[in-house]
């Protein structure tokens, strides 16, 4: 492609990010974000809906558009998504390959990533006590995790893009 083309290319991919974060956030999500600003965490930057992400150097990258954001004291920077069904397979309910690509796109930029399934929501119905200890479980096991998978190698060009579809 050439440069006017490939500009072109990023004009577009901003514009499609502009429009989705002007969409309606859901009723989902507006719940888990109401319950993350309450969690017993210290934070250095706190949490905020649909934002833009942000490389591994710390520089937004417009890449992908998260549905919570937010840093700890402690430095960690966590993506929480409040994955609707769209996101989840049936009949095993596994994650669908693109939510995998996005939580691997967010862990190279430095993310851990914290996936909120609806079916497990809606059993603490609205439970604030309930919801809380379910989202400290939820980031604990999502760091545990972190910190059990090795190191990716520097060559994650594959995933340091633009996802094509759906975040």
């Not at 990258?61 to 049936?90: C, M, N, S, W, Y």
């Not at 909120?116 to 439970?127: A, D, I, M, T, Y």
């Not at 972190?146 to 594959?158: D, E, I």
């Amino acid at each position: 492609l050439t440069e006017q083309q490939l500009q072109q290319c990023r004009e577009a991919w901003s514009c499609s990010l502009r429009a989705q974060q002007r969409e309606a956030v859901t009723t989902f999500q507006r719940a888990v974000y109401s319950v993350v600003r309450q969690l017993p965490i210290q934070w250095s930057e706190l949490p905020a809906m649909e934002q833009l992400s942000r490389g591994s150097d710390g520089q937004e990258d417009g890449a992908l558009l998260i549905d919570i954001t937010a840093k700890t004291a402690e430095g960690v920077q966590l993506a929480i998504e409040a994955d609707g069904p769209h996101h989840f397979r049936r009949p095993d309910g596994g994650l669908m390959g693109s939510t995998q690509y996005r939580n691997r796109a967010l862990a190279v930029r430095g993310y851990t990533v914290v996936s909120v399934p609806p079916s497990e929501w809606v059993k603490l119905r609205g439970n604030k006590s309930q919801q809380q200890q379910f989202l400290m479980q939820l980031i604990q096991h999502a760091l545990r995790e972190q910190r059990s998978v090795p190191k990716q190698s520097s060559n994650t060009s594959a995933l340091s893009g633009p996802m094509p579809h759906e975040v």
